[in-house]
């Protein structure tokens, strides 16, 4: 029996701190780690004995590429359990909010991180040097969803505006104005984006990914709605831990999730698109027709086209909202705690954020779960690797770890956000 073991010690080109095990045995893949070994950092814990009123600003710092997913999910799940309802104007201020984390996440990806992998090069900085103009574009699309986050949230990393209710403070319509004008540019260039990436070389892949994602009444999915899936769930909050569970893997810090039949799921800009490709903008939804795609994408590699779309949509749908916005007539509608359980969920980003809290009735946090979007993802992105490397095993050892990587980049994954819990056991034996 002849064994071979492939490691790559360090991930690049993803947020956070990982490495990869391949187990070859007999030519054939044996076994895949995804190792995670960024150090927990024990959210959950840290928000127990805390008041309700400080989840959204302490889950903010989960993240700094996507901690507006993290309010959200949060205000949501507190709100639910204090039973109030967040009027239409300030829904839609979140919302603005919201979309430029999706246009400065999403800009970073494609430029920096996964466009690389196509063009042949080790960077994004390498790739400046031949192209400067096209990374400047996407940097300046990047600076436009900070610059929607720092006018909404009051900063671009760990905005402090949010609050249980709404905000702590409006933001004048001069202000929301002033972005109107770069977001008709932004738009414009997120056009330019994918038909820059559709002329990529992808190679044929399908895979079989059960998708899952939220379905809002109208429109695409971002800040709410029931969680369904091409396998046919249809899910309120409440029933998410009923259908899914987290196990910890015992070669990573990162717990994994996976449906209680045991199975692997996708979320994230695929399974968003292939379950809501028609609620796009009218825009978007062309701009992905000419782009080449139809109406669901199982292509991981081609996951880079979903998320450009993805910010055609987000930069149509937030100057709609710039050129509408009018002042609320206040910034929060009083919340009042009471003992209860709430849950939220959000799309962020890389996918679905779940997030679930029992309050006692002076406001007091008694209990968290938090699950975010890379655990959801981490067994669907090792399956990935074991059917990439059987395809190549043939290849040197070095070639075939970049492929691996360029599939683990497929998915954008969060490190830093998955995380969030480590289950330690001591054998004194």
């Given at each position: ?35 995670i070994y960024e150090p927990p950092r024990f959210f959950e814990a ?136 770069r977001l008709r540019w932004a738009r414009e260039a997120a056009l ?149 359980v709430g849950h939220g969920w959000t799309e962020a980003p890389r ?79």
């Open positions: 029996m002849k064994t071979r073991t492939i490691k790559v010690e360090r991930l690049t080109r993803v947020e956070g701190e990982g490495a990869l095990t391949l187990r070859l045995r007999d030519g054939a893949v044996a076994g895949v780690e995804c190792r840290l928000l127990r004995g805390r008041h309700f009123t400080e989840a959204p600003d302490i889950t903010a710092r989960v993240c700094g590429i996507c901690p507006v997913a993290y309010q959200m999910s949060a205000v949501q799940a507190m709100e639910a359990a204090c039973g109030v309802a967040v009027p239409v104007p300030l829904q839609d201020l979140r919302r603005l909010l919201y979309y430029g984390e999706w246009i400065e996440s999403h800009a970073l990806h494609i430029y920096l991180l996964h466009a690389p992998d196509f063009l042949g090069y080790e960077s994004g900085i390498a790739l400046a040097r031949d192209h400067p103009d096209v990374v400047t574009r996407g940097l300046e699309l990047k600076k436009l969803g900070n610059a929607i986050m720092t006018a909404v949230g009051g900063r671009e990393i760990h905005p402090i505006n949010v609050r249980v209710g709404g905000f702590y403070r409006l933001p004048t319509r001069a202000a929301i104005a002033g972005l109107a004008e330019e984006t994918l038909r820059w990436a559709a002329g990529f070389p992808f190679p044929e892949v399908e895979r079989d990914y059960e998708l899952v994602a939220l379905r809002p009444a109208l429109g695409y999915p971002i800040d709410g709605g029931r969680l369904v899936s091409s396998w046919g769930l249809d899910l309120a909050a409440r029933e998410y831990e009923a259908h899914f569970v987290e196990e910890q893997a015992p070669y990573s810090h990162a717990l994994q999730s996976h449906r209680r039949d045991g199975s692997p799921y996708l979320v994230g800009p695929l399974a968003r698109y292939g379950l809501n490709s028609e609620r796009l903008t009218p825009l978007a939804r062309q701009a992905a027709a000419d782009a080449g795609l139809g109406p669901v994408c199982r292509n991981p590699y081609r996951s880079i086209l979903v998320r450009a779309v993805e910010i055609v949509h987000a930069c149509d749908e937030a100057l709609r909202l710039a050129e509408d916005y009018r002042e609320p007539d206040a910034p929060a509608v009083p919340v009042e705690p009471r003992a209860g996918g679905l954020l779940y997030h679930r809290y029992e309050i006692d009735g002076d406001g007091t946090i008694l209990a968290a779960n938090i699950v975010p979007p890379t655990a959801q993802n981490q067994r669907t992105i090792e399956e990935d690797l074991r059917v990439v490397a059987g395809e190549h095993l043939a290849l040197p050892e070095p070639e075939l770890a970049l492929r691996c990587e360029a599939a683990i980049r497929n998915h954008d994954p969060c490190i830093s956000c998955a995380t969030h819990f480590l289950r330690l056991e001591v054998d004194r034996g």
